[in-house]
């Protein structure tokens, strides 16, 4: 290749040079300093350049952050140092707590402060970024926190990571750990897109943010214009850092954008000085927050402190309390899930909540309508579980004026006109007809969900239209639409149509447990999905697996060995996996498990509370297969009590008793590194 004219070279140079400089000043420093027109004319040039003369190009071009050609799948990358999950305070006594904690372990005066770095919890995507010699190799999702996702092309279209260190010199070697997020006007004109489109909605700016790092088209999340704030270090090679402070320092100095709100604060009343008035200014910020991190700003001590198996014992996260509105109840309706399931649901006066407009709430069953005395009409009290999940907290019973209506559950399913029935011992009512159509959209919504066969463009308003329109019976119907008959439906362009059918055609070979899961088997979540692949390895195993065979793997048990012994043996089963099968639907073979070790052996797991994110099935699983027990009381030997919304009594008797507490999140950090370790 020839080499291009020192003038070209360094024409080449400087523009490169003031086009980064002008992204940084845009998007890090927000001070820009020459107009959109001039930017463009910039780079219009550098294209030109590079265009002409291909040995211009490099790796830290601002030309390259978007164009990689869309990609297949995810490869996994485990990180140089695992990226640990936080321990969470939820009030300032918890906080008063650590400190005193930390201050017996290192053997401090404890009336001496100790220097803290508290920084504001963006509520986002954790992500860590790789860079050698100064040039970004590697971005990454968290994933289990030793294994995350490669998505390098995504993170490199986000104008807020430099694709060369500004350091001189950089490190040998940097893990830069940072939060991607949406702040609320671009997460409403991504939604606004999606409405439009006849796409689902984004739940809140974190699920946004999340599922535009996981495109497999670059180009998607190129347009969505996210944002990222850098917090961390992991594995470095060629630099010292002194303590959190100085760490914020360098990733300055480097060229990311780094909390302008945090701050160094000696003792931890003055840390909970900060806390408190953050919480009260958290809607000031055009991004959600959800708390506090609190970092011990020394690196001797974190050191001599060091970590538990799934957080450093040197920092804690002080959460906010969900953020909770009033608003109105106008009626309640029921929903009919994928397994019949029939769930009352909220219609209420629209109100905004945590970033994101709410006007629906579950209210799980009629055993829990009668538990809140929730009717309609009703002043109530809603916030979202988790930060994703809205729900009915209470109802403002001083504010009823006598005309309110109580719920009764229909005896007639509101889509079918089928009978409604509630199995003796269970709390959920269900449609009694297995051919209902609500229950085949949201079979068919199951089976492309992103955990499942991970169909992008297949949302509430286009299986809705299918199924209405005739054009899908069952799962394996997608894969026999046309173009004209997708292109024909309402709001359906002829490109919207193409890449439907191509999101379609490229979920053909999911992995295994990604299909066992899709097939909507009741009992069956993610977790046994895992369990299931690695036992059996093929499909056609699992399907000549005997109930007796299914209920002695670890981690399944007999009610769920039944239900999946029982799916197979239909009929209608049988016909929709031939039909799969015939449109080229073959997941991929999984390896055979290797007998699991047992590093929980005797620990038993008490669960209180309705789990949001996590079926209570796959938890008992996951806890059973590493060994532990799971019990239905709590006494001195309960290992750990996990703590769901809504709990029960059990966690007052385990504060009694002074039993750990773990939170959903805390209890999936915790088997994940135990699986992991295992």
Known sequence: MTQPPARVRARARELRERINRANHRYY????????????????RELVDLEARHPGLLTPDSPTQRVGAPPLEAFESVRHGEPMLSLANAFGVEELRAFDARLKRMLDADPDAPLDYVVELKVDGLAVSLTYRDGLLTVGA???????????????????????????????????????????????????????????????????????????????????????????????VEGATFAGQWERLEFLK???????????????????????????????????????????????????????VARS??????????????????????????????????????????????????????????R?????????VVVQKAGEVIPEVVSVVTSKRTGKEKRFRMPKRCPVCDAEIIRPEGEAVA??????????????????ASRGAMDIEGLGPALVGQLADGGLVADPADLYALT?????????????????????????????????????????????????????????????????????????VGPVIAASIAAFFRQKQTQRTLDKLAGHGVVPKAAPRRKPAAQPLAGAAFVFTGELEGLKRA?????????????????????????????????????????????????????????????
């Open 28 to 43: 890090v420093l927000d001070q820009p300093e020459i107009s959109d027109a001039e930017y463009d004319r910039l780079f």
């Open 430 to 447: 269900r449609c009694a007809n297995p051919s209902c159509p609500a229950q085949l959209k949201e079979t068919i919504l199951h089976f």
């Open 312 to 369: 450093p014992r040197w920092a804690i996260a002080f959460k906010y309390p969900p953020e909770q509105e009033t608003t109105v109840v106008r009626d309640i309706q029921v929903r009919v899930g994928r397994t019949g399931a029939v769930t009352p649901v909220a219609i209420m006066e629209p109100v905004r909540i945590s970033g994101s407009t709410v006007s629906r709430a579950t209210l799980h069953n009629e055993d829990e309508i």
């Open 483 to 555: 173009h004209e008959q997708v292109a024909g439906l309402e709001r359906m362009a002829d490109k919207s149509a193409a890449n439907v059918l191509a999101a379609i055609a490229q979920s053909k070979g999911r992995p295994l447990d990604r299909f066992i899961f899709a097939l909507g088997i009741r009992h069956v979540g993610e977790h046994v999905a895992d369990i299931l692949a690695g036992e059996f390895g093929s499909l056609h195993v699992l399907q000549e697996a005997s109930e007796e065979d299914l209920a002695e793997v670890e981690g």
């Open 253 to 307: 100095r480097a060229g990311f954008k780094v909390s302008p709100h945090a701050e160094r604060r000696a003792g931890i009343e003055a840390v909970i000085a900060f806390c408190r008035e953050w919480e009260a200014r958290r809607r000031e910020l055009a991004y959600q927050i959800d708390g506090v991190v609190v970092k011990v700003d020394s690196a001797d001590l974190e050191a001599r402190l060091g970590a």
């Open 141 to 235: 999702t968290r994933g289990d926190g030793v294994t995350g996702e490669q998505v390098t092309p995504n993170l490199r279209t986000v104008r807020s990571i430099p694709l060369r260190l500004a350091s001189d010199p950089p490190p040998a070697l940097i893990e830069v750990r940072g939060e991607v997020y949406l702040d609320a006007a671009e997460f409403e004109r991504i939604n606004a897109e999606r409405e439009e489109a006849g796409h689902p909605l984004f739940a809140n700016p974190r699920n946004a943010a999340a599922g535009s790092v996981r495109q497999l088209d670059s180009s998607v999340t190129a347009s969505r214009h996210l944002d990222v704030i850098a917090h961390g270090v992991g594995a």
């Open 618 to 678: 796959d938890a008992e699983a996951w806890v059973k297969r590493l060994g532990g027990k799971v019990t239905s009381s709590v006494s001195k030997k309960t290992a750990y009590v996990v703590v769901g919304a809504s709990p029960g009594s059990k966690l007052d008797r385990a504060k009694t008793l002074g039993v750990p507490l773990l939170t959903e999140g805390e209890f999936r950090d915790l088997m994940g590194k135990t699986e992991q370790s295992a």
């Open 371 to 379: 538990r809140k005395d929730v009717r309609i009409g009703d002043t």
